[in-house]
């Protein structure tokens, strides 16, 4: 076996010197009746060329999006990822090492981390962040927590505007901790500020928000924080971090804790993972946080150098009192956005940021512009936007499929109300050329 | 590693003007920025990004990897943890565009191939575990936890008990993610003590559990490295009065094709494909922690599954009594590709020649370290083992300090203080993927140091000395804390 370095000899020797005959009697205190009887039923060993080839083919069953342009968002979003990035993920220093346990040999990976930590302190005005939680949706679901413990109240307003998946993982979190989830409707793809309004009071611990929201459409997140803050309530925001690029950074306006969706950072779209959850919030949450925090501070010569602090708040010693059990975040995902935002630097966001803008209003006012497509909203957007289509999405995306292109996504699991209609993204990836073939071939459709 | 000078900070190596990275020209009509978005919404100072060359990005990155320590430079034997070596084929096929570039709200005629591997994936583990059906979607370790006691509420939930059952026992050696999941999700947690060989104590047991109990979480070998001889008993116990076993698959290393899970009579399975699979560990992650359930309990995995009909694979969210979903989309996908690559690779007999080398190691290991170091429960390990460092503590060393000289030596450190029930505890688990000789040289330098800590101990008081950086204060980082760089510079 080509991972193992033990012969035969090997074996022999090591037996004799630990006093046994054979390997079954490392093996004496696992009762009969739990030993299994013969070998796993699983397809036989193969060699590296052999995976190789069997993997290949596996993923050649796919269509990916470097040969199908596509116009998918709603939380996974196709940008460009400059090459250094992957090399740089492909030091095996950092992707073969544990969480930093012992920093006098793991600064590489804890500076790192102080240095994203900085950068999403940065893109969202705010002070302290940590090293990152699984995804968006564990993030958003971890903050709502955290307004929870934070005001010691129980109620948390989830908008409908927030993508559903996200929704779904707030609600499994906050209810088996017996918290009361108070969804908010939408008027027409924003989040119903009459409903929050009337509604809002001194019983509620927070209030979500997602910026842009799951239409891709741009919430009124100011008149949202003054009134959240009138009730002393939290404001919890969910960005995408590319929009901050154009986008006011939530710190700016009043957020408590900004989270997010980091995946755009540099990560591929990986059918969903893995990506990262950022989390920044307010020096003043500091101590609830959940997941690790790295500090600066000095070795014993007065050398600057970098530790896992405040780990008073996790899981390894305070056990059930933990501010969460997270353990294992996204370490290598978060390194890609800190190597990702050092790259494209303070220009290239603003750059992306404005492409997406540019490329999805040029898409919008193209294809709203065809007979039988129109707005489903009329709000401003950043890179995604909802259309009414003049026939089930569903049908008409095998079609676009055949033209070789992967449309938007069909409303109707999560928003059946809306009628047949479509949510489609465009980013900097995406050409002119690509677009115009998107609205050719919808516009041939409805012919 | 010893003369490499403190890295930069990347925001102190900025310069206006730099870039590292063009974006295509824009090809649509150019709308004014603010014709398309008001005001109101813009931001009004750009976020304060470095500005540099990639030469300079990619320096200053692998100057850092080269202060940090994996699997690839060294020994690495953080009990509990498995770090094994991780094979550079999974890290190549993880990198297939069918792979890497697929969305995850692609028609499922277009993913078939990401599909049929998850299905598969799902059914390696469910035999390795012995259980029926299982979830990928959880991140991690205890993201899995989570799940499972998700999932044991549901099922409580769905016959009514859901209110008396409110307790999940554990083990004072538990992992402390363990208790941590059960508060999560609105449990108590009823702590039980280790007997004196190590194991759970099966009178206290009877005595706690009861009607109220929900379940039971273990990890078998346990934190000690032992097996628990009696999980038929204990599994009666609990299944007796109504609670359901949670498996904690962090050890999993010792078990693969020798027992499994199911068979031990556990309901519910969580895996860390990042320790005993062999998806690096990243660093901090991305992890993968799947969750394998019996039949009972197969209603209330987490939507979606991947079910196959007429040899096509699908999505299925009909299972009305799921708990939901714990993660957005289906899971850490890549690290799924990895752990699936593995398992192929190895098949049955190499999985089981996994766990065999894995417990001959730790038990050959344990026995070279025996004479200097105190070992509390001397009988034979499985994949780990536990040291304490009282002998030393005598003299004034503690298993920080020799952890730290360690350092010195090129090797990463045991996990220390822990499991808790232990005084000084010392965890070593050095993994299938060593060899003898590597195993000989670290037992000759941790006895080395074991001479150290009597006739030098202010040596290994003040280690390490060799690393990039000396011992820091941790405490000063609390007191003066500086996590981020701009609010230092306000």
Known sequence: MRYIPTTEQDRKDMLKSIGLQSMEGLFDDVPDRVRLQGELNLPSAQTEYELFKSLKSLAEKNNNLEQYPSFLGAGAYGHLIPSAVQHILSRSEFYTAYTPYQPEIS????????????????????????????????????????AGEATKRKKIFLPMTIHPEYRMVTQLYLENRGMEVIQIPHDKGQTDL???????????????????????????????ASLTQKFGALLVVSVNPISLGILEAPGHYGADIAVGEGQGLGNPVAFGGPFLGFFATRDRFIRQIPGRIVGATK????????????????????????????CSNQALNALAATVFLCLVGKKGLQEVANLCLQKAHYAYRKITSIKGYSPLFTQPFFHEFPIQTPDSPEVINKVLLEKGIIGGLDLKRHYPELG???????????TKKEIDTLVQALENYHE | MNNVNEVPLIFEMTSPGRRAYEYPQNDVPLEKINDLIPDRFLRKKPADLPELSENEVIRHFTQLSRL????????????????????????????????????????????????????????????????????????????????????????????????????IIIPDSAHGTNPASVSMCGYQVVEIKSNS????????????????????????????????????????????VGGLLYYDGANMNANLGITRPGDMGFDIVHFNLHKTFSTPHGGGGPGSGPIAVTKELADFLPIPLVDVKNNNYYFNYNYPKSIGKVKSFYGNFLVLVKAYTYIRSLGARGLREVSETAVLNANYLMRLLEKNYHLPFNQACKHE????????????????????????????????????????????????????????????????IAREAVE???????????????????????????????????
């Not at chain 2, 994936?121 to 575990?129: D, Q, V």
């Not at chain 2, 202010?458 to 500086?482: G, H, Q, S, W, Y």
């Open chain 1, 107 to 146: 600064q590489g990976v804890l500076q790192a981390i102080y240095e994203y930590q900085s950068l999403i302190c940065s893109l969202t005005g705010m002070d302290v962040a940590n090293a990152s939680l699984y995804d968006g949706a564990t993030a958003l679901a971890e903050a709502a927590v955290l």
């Open chain 1, 194 to 224: 009459n409903y929050l309004k009337d509604n809002i009071n001194e019983e509620i611990a927070g209030v979500l928000i997602q910026q842009p929201n799951f239409f891709g459409i741009l919430e009124e997140v100011k008149e949202v």
């Open chain 1, 299 to 326: 070795d014993i010569e007065g050398k600057r150098g970098f530790v896992l602090t405040l780990q008073t708040r996790e899981q390894h010693i305070r056990r059930q009192r933990a501010s969460s059990n997270i």
């Open chain 1, 420 to 430: 047949p209609s479509m949510l489609l993204c465009v980013t900097e990836a995406r």
């Open chain 2, 68 to 167: 940090n320590y994996g699997v690839d430079v060294g020994f690495y034997p953080l009990g509990s943890c498995t770090m094994k070596y991780n094979p550079k084929i999974n890290e190549d096929v993880a990198k297939f565009s069918g792979f890497t570039s697929i969305h995850p709200y692609q028609t499922e005629e277009t993913i078939q191939g990401a599909l049929q591997l998850m299905h598969e994936l799902e059914k390696y583990l469910c035999e390795i575990a012995g259980l029926h059906r299982a979830t990928l979607q959880p991140a991690a370790g205890a993201h899995g936890e989570f799940t499972g006691m998700l999932i044991m509420k549901g099922f409580h939930a769905d016959r009514g008990e859901n209110q008396v059952r409110r307790e």
């Open chain 2, 197 to 240: 060989r190590g194991m759970v104590d099966l009178e206290s047991l009877k005595k706690i559990a009861g009607s109220q109990t929900a379940g039971l979480m273990l990890t078998n070998p346990n934190t000690l490295g032992l097996f628990e001889e009696d999980i038929l008993k204990i599994a009666e116990i609990v299944h007796n």
């Open chain 2, 385 to 448: 083992f536990v040291l304490s460092g009282k002998r030393q503590k005598s003299h004034g060393v503690r298993a920080l300090d020799i952890a730290k000289r360690l350092l010195d030596y090129g090797y990463h450190p045991p996990t220390i203080y822990f499991p808790l029930i232990v005084e000084e505890a010392m965890m070593i688990e050095p993994t299938e993927t060593e060899n003898k000789e590597t195993l000989d040289k670290f037992a000759h330098m941790m006895n080395e």
């Open chain 2, 456 to 490: 030098n101990p202010d040596k290994l008081k003040n280690a390490p000395f060799n690393t990039p950086i000396r011992r820091l204060d941790e405490a000063r980082a609390v007191k003066e804390l500086d996590v981020n760089w701009y609010n230092k510079m306000k």
